[in-house]
């Protein structure tokens, strides 16, 4: 359950993330609801979440992106990395697509989205506006795009 592996890092779990950026090379943030355990009020990865039992990566990515967002578009597979904090190890496996049409963000898990520049986003790493996880997810974009 959700639960247990939130409440324990020793077990790993799966989840995707989607990086959806715009043709202009800017990306699409969420600022995570406040009424979120994790990470509330802060700055987040586009869309993303845990794999439900029987999906693949990419309709997991593709089932997240539509229920947060409201898009539903082609995604290219980037990487996977392990993620862990205090609360929880996460098997990360990240998605990328270009997104220039409406965005119809769930307002329950969603307080606003914003494109941001990698400058701005590499200006603002350590102004506690951005989550950890996605700081750790940027690094690893920026990583792998080298």
């Keep these: ?14 989840v995707v993330h989607v990086l959806v950026f ?3 090379g800017e990306l699409l943030l969420q600022k995570r609801s406040r009424n979120k355990d994790v990470a509330p009020g802060k700055w987040d990865t586009s869309a993303g979440g845990h794999m439900s039992p ?3 990566l990419e309709q997991a990515a593709m089932r997240e992106m ?7 578009t082609p995604l290219e597979f980037l990487y ?4 862990s904090s205090d609360f929880e190890t996460e098997m990360v496996f990240t998605f990328r697509c270009v997104w220039d049409g409406d965005i119809s963000f769930s307002v ?3 307080d606003e989205v914003r494109h941001w520049s990698m400058e701005k ?16 997810e940027f690094s690893e974009y920026m990583s792998s795009s080298k």
């Design 108 to 110: 329950s898990e969603i």
């Design 22 to 24: 715009k043709s202009s």
């Design 66 to 72: 539509h229920e947060e967002l409201g898009i539903q």
């Design 54 to 56: 029987g999906e693949s």
């Design 80 to 83: 996977r990395y392990l993620h």
């Design 121 to 136: 986003i590499r200006n603002n790493l350590h102004s506690g506006l951005l989550s950890g996880n996605f700081i750790h």
């Design 1 to 14: 359950s959700r639960n247990r592996i939130h409440g324990n890092p020793a077990l790993i779990h799966k």
